[in-house]
T-cell receptor
Framework: QKEVEQNSGPLSVPEGAIASLNCTYS??????FFWYRQYSGKSPELIMF????GDKEDGRFTAQLNKASQYVSLLIRDSQPSDSATYLC????????????FGSGTRLLVRP | KAGVTQTPRYLIKTRGQQVTLSCSPI?????VSWYQQTPGQGLQFLFE???????NKGNFPGRFSGRQFSNSRSEMNVSTLELGDSALYLC??????????????FGSGTQLSVL
């Protein structure tokens, strides 16, 4: 079992729709959760982070965390073609190992 | 504030050679992490340095090594290159808070091709 799992996609949504990206993790001691966006040929860019159960909103992005279910998600409202990218979920452990564990990423395609 | 700077941007080497990659973190950041990204394996953690000390190392062979200088700049070295070392090598820096809430900011990466 991978430590951080994501559906590789592609997830295809029409412009203006809500895109829902999901991530599960195996380490119950995980404390911090991050979403990175990576355009083709570019480096990952941090777009959201969440530390507590519940929802966290930032503009069109909402991160949701459910530690009991070991589940974190990213919602993108009013999806735009410019949102087409690979979204990486990353988890930080509790043991101060000073590293992030990344999922393999979900490719999102927003159709005009 | 300047971002994370990695050099060179592209490298082509042959099997058996060695290579050194360089990373300058965001000003004020003291932690530097290195990741290898390949299409098949995704982002894999190599190692992390803080104040010139390696705090953690990933599951890579000893051919992969790194160091950090007093100005927080970091280098990673790969010796005896193999074809499978072809990858995008990403450096990321984070602030000096020793918590698991550190956010990583990535450089543009070095694309290494081993022929």
């Amino acid at each position: 079992q991978k430590e951080v799992e994501q559906n590789s996609g592609p997830l295809s949504v029409p412009e203006g729709a809500i895109a829902s990206l999901n991530c599960t993790y195996s380490d119950r001691g995980s404390q911090s959760f991050f979403w990175y966006r990576q355009y083709s040929g570019k480096s990952p860019e941090l777009i959201m982070f969440i530390y507590s159960n519940g929802d966290k909103e930032d503009g069109r992005f909402t991160a949701q965390l459910n530690k009991a279910s070991q589940y974190v998600s990213l919602l993108i409202r009013d999806s735009q073609p410019s949102d087409s990218a690979t979204y990486l979920c990353a988890v930080s452990r509790m043991d101060s190992s000073y590293k992030l564990i990344f999922g393999s990423g979900t490719r999102l395609l927003v159709r005009p | 504030k300047a971002g994370v700077t990695q050099t060179p941007r592209y490298l082509i080497k042959t099997r058996g050679q060695q290579v050194t990659l360089s990373c300058s973190p965001i000003s004020g950041h003291r932690s530097v992490s290195w990741y290898q990204q390949t299409p098949g394996q995704g982002l894999q953690f190599l190692f992390e340095y803080f104040s010139e000390t390696q705090r953690n190392k990933g599951n890579f062979p000893g051919r992969f090594s790194g160091r950090q200088f007093s100005n927080s700049r970091s280098e990673m070295n790969v010796s005896t290159l193999e074809l499978g070392d072809s990858a995008l090598y990403l450096c990321a820096s984070s602030g000096d808070k020793r918590t698991t809430n550190e956010k990583l900011f990535f450089g543009s990466g070095t694309q290494l091709s081993v022929l």
